[in-house]
Nanobody
């Protein structure tokens, strides 16, 4: 199993970013996917979940209404569209797949500041 995140960067408050997570090594379309984030000095926290077919999604209260998770099973990729970004969204963002075990990507840095 391999997960590779991309799309992070630095933006001003109110800006947008779109993260991608390319998956390989397992039957992507059979598994729900999650995004987590970890800010400096804090524990990793759940951001969002999308079901295998994409029909169900869940969000942490802190991102609800601003972030949108989606997936393209033909491309084995899950996305995280982040709008109205706030400084408190600054973190390393990780995608996660539970395929017998928890697998994580290397993470992508998102920095929101003036």
């Amino acid at each position: 199993v391999q997960l590779v995140e991309s799309g992070g960067g630095s933006v001003q408050p109110g800006g947008s970013l779109r993260l991608s997570c390319a998956a390989s090594g397992f039957t992507f379309s059979s598994y729900g996917m999650k995004w987590y984030r970890q800010a400096p000095g804090k524990e990793r926290e759940f951001v969002t979940f999308i079901s295998a077919a994409g029909g169900s999604t869940y969000y942490a209260d802190s991102v609800k209404g601003r972030f949108t998770v989606s997936r393209d099973n033909a491309k084995n990729t899950v996305y995280l569209q982040m709008n109205s970004l706030k400084p408190e969204d600054t973190a390393v963002y990780y995608c996660n797949a539970r395929v017998a075990y928890d697998y994580w990507g290397q993470g992508t840095q998102v920095t929101v500041s003036l």
